[in-house]
């Protein structure tokens, strides 16, 4: 027996949708985890002028030179005083000058062998630093400095190699990825070849909409439309999977629908789903036989008579929806996917189908996404709610307000599994 939802406040109109968005968590944390209150600035340390090497060796070299000018100076002075011991006086000058010939010699070997090569070290080093990736420092001794840039030199060439195997496995990651992208997208662009977009229209003009998001390019969800005679076959359907694998299972389901369709017509959409369950079974015999993987699928059927003004409805666990804006009717399908463990039959359900009301048939991943303020489930309750508010609009207005009002329900939450919604209206 179909549930019936009576609204309290009757129609209302589009902006009176009152729809939870997902906000920053409580107590003043960021979107990125961190809380504001909680956190400390620090300012960044303060960069410092620190003289160099050469330039504290040039200052050292400065002063000492300065104080040998100065001994030179007061031994000279001395040899020229009346009476002074010229013997201490010429030991005295001759160690002076020996000090400025040993502080020149050590100037410059410092000069040389220390200062200069740690210079060209510097400026071989900021060279490379600049992305230069094919120089090394050059090694012109054997001493301890020409050591060190040898060991720099390996430690450069090993990062070197390192870096260059990771870009040459890196342009193999995109390059493979460019090509999984290009057969994902050609699968999308297959997989939109069976959905019966032009049949739909041609049939309903506007007065039905289709909200077909996978979660990833190629999904688990399509819908299906059949036409003989003047009845029409409308359902949507929902394969165990996501991406490639759902794709691949749309193909089969596809596939066991019109081998079911041949075989029984489109009079009852129960033995529709009984045949579709049937060749399913025999299509998945093999895979069967491994638990692990998931090849079940929900699936919900109306056959329009537009002549008599009927419907016959059949769910495997998928339900039907209709309102006229006031009232909400639900009308549940049998609680067994189609390829179940279990093996049993399906009901049909015959309705009027009333020119006043817009139905609707949904994917489960629309009523088990998570949203609003606890990320929980959308649910039947709030989704029915949406409907009755949205009922009286027109379909090209209501596809785009229910995607709306999913977008803003989702807030920062990921979308869990492919939507489909079709709705139709009879006028």
Known sequence: MADTLQATMGPRILQAMKIPVVGPVAGGADPNGGNKKGRRHHPPPSSRSVASIQQVFTLIAIVNGLVL??????AIQLLMVPGARSAEIDVSLILTLLLVILA?????????????????LVREASEIESDDRSSLLTIRSNDEISKLAQAFNMVLVRMRQALNA???????????NRQIEASI?????????????RQLQETFGNDYFILWLPRDTVGGDYYIFHSEGGNYLAGVADCAGHGISGAMMTMLARAGIDRSITEVGITSPAAILSGTDTAMRTLLHGARTSKSIATSMDIGLVRLDFQSRTLKFAGAKISLYWSDGQTMHRLMGDNRAICDQRVGAYTDHD?????DCTYYLTTDGLLDQSGGDHGFSLGTQQFQEWLIRLARLPLDLQRQALADALKEFRGLYPQRDDITILSFRFS
């Open 104 to 120: 020149i010699i050590s100037y410059q070997i410092i000069t040389k062998r220390i200062i200069l090569p740690i210079a060209r």
């Open 166 to 176: 990771g870009e040459a496995s890196n342009q193999q990651l995109l390059e493979a």
């Open 351 to 355: 309705l009027p189908l009333l020119p």
């Open 185 to 197: 997208n050609y699968a999308a662009l297959l997989q939109r070849s069976i959905l019966p977009d």
């Open 69 to 74: 000018l100065y001994l030179v100076i007061a």
